[in-house]
């Protein structure tokens, strides 16, 4: 599945917001046996209304999201690539996640402490960013040193490996994320595997108080402003509101919403923003069993999107008998979609369209 990292400055809001989503994971628990919960990661059911419809149409016995797992990095601090804080350990989580949830401290109350002395947003984000700058720095060194022997003895690998590395390195030196470089598309996989942190793209998350949370504050708008800048995305969120929804039942969190303002919860918006962020869609496996969503980046074939299911479907690929989700629901199920010819056998090449209803034919 896909992770997010939660990163921020201590006192920001990380872990209100964490404990929330946990909490709303642990609801979800209940209904989702699978859904596994350790103290630093909860997985997360990403809301489909479109899920919920299908599997009312197929008469589906059980309904299963399809899931997004959240990783609470603590530890991040100025100093932290010094090994100040949780030092490495964090590095390291951080390189395992395929994007950073950034959460900023939007909100005034002088109760609470910032670390620095003032709330700004904009420079919190800075001094994270710095951190993630010198880690990347201090881990590109060390390969370099490993690598320069690998391309003396010929291995081409290591010859683009330390070519992508340079080219990270100077722009890194030049006070800039890693993820400036322009990389051909030859050497895209090559530089994704190279597991930069500053290549990671940042969803960042303005933390604001209760009364903000419709309209947003001056904080947030300039914290818009930077994401835009950097091609990163940015949502805002009260961690506090997010905090009271967790413990209410879904009727009650309804109206409570519709009270705040809010047509969503955060924690959804939080979701999508994450899922767009990642160029991620949904395809669904539907039948009198189970109605379940699946997730894959935007471009994936039959094969690959076959292999979320199971490896052997990827492996023993025949076919996919596909609906589109719009011809499912107007033809009021898979029968009807058959008999008006809205369901296509599609091959090996196929690109799986957002809400496509799949079926795999595959050896065994
Ligand atoms: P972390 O260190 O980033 O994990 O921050 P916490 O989630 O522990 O929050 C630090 C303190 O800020 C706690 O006392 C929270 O209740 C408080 N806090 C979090 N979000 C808000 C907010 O939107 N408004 C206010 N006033 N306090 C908040």
């Known amino acids: 599945g896909f992770r997010m990292g ?82 490495n350990q964090f590095l390291a989580n951080i390189r395992e996640v395929d994007a950073i949830a950034h959460v900023l401290r939007c909100f005034e109350d002088g109760d609470i402490t910032h670390v620095e002395g003032r709330v700004d947003p904009v420079a919190d984000a800075e001094t994270i960013e710095t951190e993630l700058m010198l880690a990347d720095i201090e881990s590109i060194e060390k390969r370099l040193q490993n690598i320069v022997r690998k391309v003396r003895g010929g291995d081409k690998e290591a010859v683009q490996q330390e070519r992508l590395l340079r080219a990270a390195l100077a722009k890194l030196e030049e006070g800039e994320p890693a993820r400036m470089v322009e990389v051909d598309e030859d050497d895209a996989k090559a530089w994704k595997m190279l597991q930069l942190l500053t290549t990671k793209p940042v969803l960042y998350v303005c933390n604001v108080a209760e009364e903000d949370a419709a309209q947003g504050n001056a904080h947030a708008a300039k914290v818009a402003e930077m994401a835009a800048a950097q091609g990163n995305a940015h949502v805002i969120i009260s961690a506090r509101i997010e905090e009271e929804i967790s413990q209410l039942d879904a009727e009650e969190a309804a109206m409570f919403l519709d009270e705040m303002g809010l047509e969503e919860a955060g924690l959804d918006r939080l979701i999508k923003a994450g899922y767009g962020l990642l160029n991620l869609q949904t395809y669904f496996t539907v039948g009198p069993k189970e109605a379940r969503a699946w997730t894959i980046r935007e471009g994936t074939m039959a094969p690959q999107a076959a292999g979320v299911i199971h490896g052997d479907f990827e492996k023993g690929f025949i076919r996919a008998e596909t609906i589109a989700y719009d011809d499912f629901v107007a033809s009021g199920g898979e029968q009807g979609a058959k008999e008006a010819g809205k369901m296509r056998a599609e091959g090996k090449s196929y690109t799986v369209a957002d809400g496509d209803v799949m079926h795999f034919l595959f050896n065994t």
Do not use: H, Y
């Open 6 to 87: 939660i990163v921020g400055l201590p006192n920001v809001g990380k872990s209100t917001l964490f404990n929330a989503l946990t909490r709303t994971a642990a609801a979800q628990a209940a209904n989702f046996p699978f859904c596994t919960i350790e103290p630093n990661v909860g997985e997360v059911a990403v809301p489909d209304p479109r899920l919920d419809r299908l599997a009312e149409i197929a008469k589906s016995k059980q309904v299963i999201p399809t899931r997004m797992t959240f990783v609470d990095i603590a530890g991040l601090v100025k100093g932290a690539s010094k090994g100040e804080g949780l030092g």
